[in-house]
């Protein structure tokens, strides 16, 4: 069965980093695309980022740009979101994503995408 699983989120501070990971089972991740996206209360799903199983197409919306990096470990069946300078507009519960085939869209769209996590939170705040 496949499965995404999200970690790593939590509570910090402004300014403060965070690493988030995808853990893939089920699938051998080399051969799909990762999107993480992030829902804040009362608002719609937002494309955070995205990156084609090979690594080589990688996006980020323009309001991450610069601060977060995602990366993947095909060996671990692992993608990353290290996220640093976060700010509290950055709170929201984080989700990653899987299509299979080579996707990442500059408008990481949530409808491309087949296969979801279960979110973890994220909070900024002092």
């Known amino acids: 069965q496949l499965q995404l699983v999200e970690s790593g989120g939590g509570l910090v501070q402004p300014g403060g980093s965070l690493r988030l990971s995808c853990a893939a089972s089920?699938?051998?991740?080399?051969?799909?695309?990762i999107g993480w996206f992030r829902q804040a209360p009362g608002k719609g799903r937002e494309g955070v980022s995205c990156?084609?199983?090979?690594?080589?197409?990688?996006n980020y919306a323009d309001s991450v740009k610069g601060r977060f990096t995602v990366s993947r470990d095909n060996a671990r069946n692992t993608v990353y979101l290290q996220m640093n300078g976060l700010k509290p507009e950055d709170t929201a519960v984080y989700y990653c994503a899987a299509v299979a085939g080579y996707y990442c869209s500059s408008g990481i769209d949530s409808y491309e995408y087949n296969y979801w996590g279960q979110g973890t939170q994220v909070t900024v705040s002092s």
């Open positions: 089920g699938f051998v991740l080399d051969y799909f695309s």
């Open positions: 990156i084609s199983g090979t690594g080589d197409l990688i």
